[in-house]
């Protein structure tokens, strides 16, 4: 099974010039995270934990196959033993923890550049982030099931506590959330400080131009879609991202693509699509229609400026030279969709 990582999304770009102080802290603090915070090893009574174990063997096996290696990191290591006046080598076993320690803060070593060494353990901890991410969303999906067995006359019986048992289920649902959320408002702000312009978001560490923009528009902005009906959106404003990260095509197209989505949604969603909609400008309509006045006149006539953009490099020129837009366009045509986005879901 293929794995996205990122050290593959941005193989061709330099993120790393050199590999110094900074990195490293920044690649132990980041790993203290997940043994402390997102998957702990050892229970209370310093026992392996079995689910803890599976997901850190899941973890190597699958950055290990995307890097082509047959380990993440040696399995076994060996160690001197003295026996009747001889010594002699014993072999033992690392734990699935020890493996993914061992290979994420290893020393640089002199066959790997810097970019490669980083990019290769930020994996890592993208796919560590984005388990614990699956398997907060799955807790949360099954809240309906936990809150029904909390109903039952059994499960007050059972309680330490005196109180409500489905109030006592929902707060340890959000305190799970909570508690992700913060692991990641901290990732993202240890990244920032090793000066490394990267943020985590949704699954997946990305790339950032300006600080500023990233912290009110990029962050507020992937929050947003947490929202599985807004897993369209994510898709494509990850793939314009990806490709003006990595000098690929039309990356405008996708963020614009991304911001049609959220206009049909919206549009859907609030019951104001007829079915005889033909294109992105019958849908801003019906935002702008009145009563309901969803958007201005003025923001409908904004919108359509921008889809106008996505319309030259949604058809083929023909004989006419191919649509080009400079980095500082492409980044505008992104950070606009976002802000788009952000205020449309906003306003629901």
Known sequence: MLTDIFA??????????????????????????IEEQLFPYYDHQGKERADAKAIYESLNQRLSMELGLTEIS????????????QTTTQWATYTPLMMAKNFVLQPLSHELLADQYVKARLSFVELAFRQREENVAQWVAKLPDRLMWAGFPAAKKNMLIPGDPQAAERARTQQVVDSFAESVKELNERLLRAGAKLQYHNGFIQPFGDELLATQVEQPFWKLLVDPIWSNIDI?????????????????????????????????????????????????????????????????????????????????????????????????LIDASMAWIRSLIGRR
């Open 74 to 85: 040696p399995k076994h290591y060996s160690y001197p033993v003295s026996l009747n006046g």
């Open 236 to 332: 494509d404003m990850k793939e314009a991202v990806e490709r003006r990260d990595n000098l690929g095509r039309d990356p405008a197209f996708y963020a614009l693509r991304a911001l049609e989505s959220t206009i049909k949604i919206i549009s859907d969603e609030k019951g104001w699509t007829t079915g005889k909609e033909r294109g992105a400008a019958n849908y801003i309509d019906n935002l702008v229609a009145i009563p309901r006045r969803f958007i201005d006149v003025w923001e409908k006539e904004s919108l359509i400026k921008l889809f106008a953009v996505r319309n030259d490099l949604g058809h083929g020129p023909g004989s006419q030279p191919m649509p080009t837009y400079t980095p500082e366009q492409t980044n505008w």
């Open 8 to 33: 593959d999304r941005y193989a061709g770009v330099v993120l790393f010039a050199s590999y110094g102080l900074a990195e490293q802290k920044l690649l132990v603090q980041a790993f203290r995270m």
